[in-house]
T-cell receptor, first 112, second 112 residues
């Protein structure tokens, strides 16, 4: 069974601090990795994707990938109350249909 | 905005009744996906399509069927709804050249 694991949280983060979210995956052949943000009652919104080992930065967000350890993370710098949401990790499957496997999500709460 | 709409947005039905959910996209994307989202389970793939009349089963397809007679519409049918199918249903699209998936607004279905 291919799995994507995330800590469910909630992860409580003071405003202005760095939020660190982790995701592990079981399929060693996976090549594409995605982070979605989902506000309560809303649909998932893509915020980052990463395909290569190392770091990828986009504004206050940094995705980190380590394929050898089967680990992908998301850092949110200068956390704001508007970052309070559930963050979903998605891993692209190795077939040709572009399917994703999702983790259950980590709830982040940014406290003023 | 990925040009995806879902209808209805909310529905309450009774056990044993048939239900059809519609996903409509305006950008001629080839790949479309149906997911359900339940607390603690994240997003789970029900069915997917890679073109007109080309569909296949995902990890939780029992009790569901799909049809895609036009590129823009992907229909999800619950032939005889059960309480275990109470969930939030999301449709997603992927363009042929990109790997990312983008989600519609979702349908909240309650089966009494």
């Amino acid at each position: 069974q291919k799995e994507v694991e995330q800590n469910s949280g909630p992860l409580s983060v003071p405003e202005g601090a760095i939020a660190s979210l982790n995701c592990t995956y079981s399929d060693r052949g996976s090549q594409s990795f995605f982070w979605y943000r989902q506000y309560s009652g809303k649909s998932p919104e893509l915020i980052m994707f990463i395909y290569s080992n190392g770091d990828k930065e986009d504004g206050r967000f940094t995705a980190q990938l380590n394929k050898a350890s089967q680990y992908v993370s998301l850092l949110i710098r200068d956390s704001q109350p508007s970052d309070s949401a559930t963050y979903l990790c998605a891993v692209g499957t190795t077939d040709s249909w572009g399917k994703f496997q999702f983790g259950a999500g980590t709830q982040v709460v940014v406290t003023p | 905005d990925a040009g995806i709409t879902q209808s209805p947005r909310h529905k309450v039905t009774e056990t044993g009744t048939p239900v059809t959910l519609r996903c409509h996209q305006t950008e001629n994307h080839r790949y479309m996906y149906w997911y359900r989202q339940d607390p603690g389970h994240g997003l789970r793939l029900i069915h997917y399509s890679y073109g007109v009349k080309d569909t296949d089963k995902g990890e939780v397809s029992d009790g569901y069927s799909v049809s895609r007679s036009k590129t823009e519409d992907f229909l999800l049918t619950l032939e005889s709804a059960t309480s275990s199918q109470t969930s939030v249903y999301f449709c997603a699209i992927r363009s042929g050249s990109d790997v990312e998936q983008f989600f519609g607004p979702g349908t909240r279905l309650t089966v009494l």
